[in-house]
């Protein structure tokens, strides 16, 4: 990841947005704030895979606090719910 200055990104912004499109820009302001400048897609792929790990988390900590029910095959009752009411 490259580091830039606001300064020199507002003067080679198209440089540094060709840049992003293959690696993140970390982006330091003087007061020591920090943003990151990166391709759309990348982002949106990271998105899905913190919302897919807290998913599995989710589910993990239900069957450790015991708020699932064993699965057994045959058991119409639970896909009841599924089925198209008339």
Do not use: C, H, W
């Amino acid at each position: 990841m490259q580091n830039v200055n606001p300064k020199r990104l507002r003067a080679e912004l198209k440089d540094y947005l060709d840049l992003a499109a293959k690696e993140p820009i970390r982006i330091q302001r003087r007061s020591g704030d920090n943003y990151v400048l990166m391709n759309e897609s990348v982002y949106a792929e990271l998105q899905n895979e913190v919302l897919s790990l807290q998913r599995r988390l989710l589910g993990m900590s239900n069957i450790l606090d015991g708020k699932v029910e064993e699965y057994t095959p045959g058991d119409r009752s639970r896909l009841s719910r599924f089925k198209k009411k008339a």
